[in-house]
């Protein structure tokens, strides 16, 4: 049986949802100017994009405070 976790408000979304969201709302270019990583300033994809994040603490908090402000 799952836990809820009702003070996350991150509970349950996937990084690649997250990461669809802002490509759709902002694109990569602006997303690469508010958080300068390689992944999204060169050559871009879903796919590379994920994989860094995935390796990279740092990074993918950075990405989901980006979505939570977005939100």
Not at 14 to 24: C, S, Y
Not at 42 to 54: G, N, V
Request: with cysteine; glycine share 4%.
């Amino acid at each position: 049986m799952k836990s809820q976790q009702p003070n996350n408000p991150l509970h349950g979304v996937k990084l690649a949802d997250i990461l669809e969201f802002l490509v759709n709302r902002y694109g990569w270019e602006e997303m690469g100017k508010r958080i300068n990583i390689k992944c999204f300033t060169q050559d871009p994809s879903i796919k590379s994009s994920l994989k860094f994040l995935r390796k990279t603490p740092w990074a993918r908090t950075k990405v989901e405070q980006l979505y939570l402000d977005s939100l």
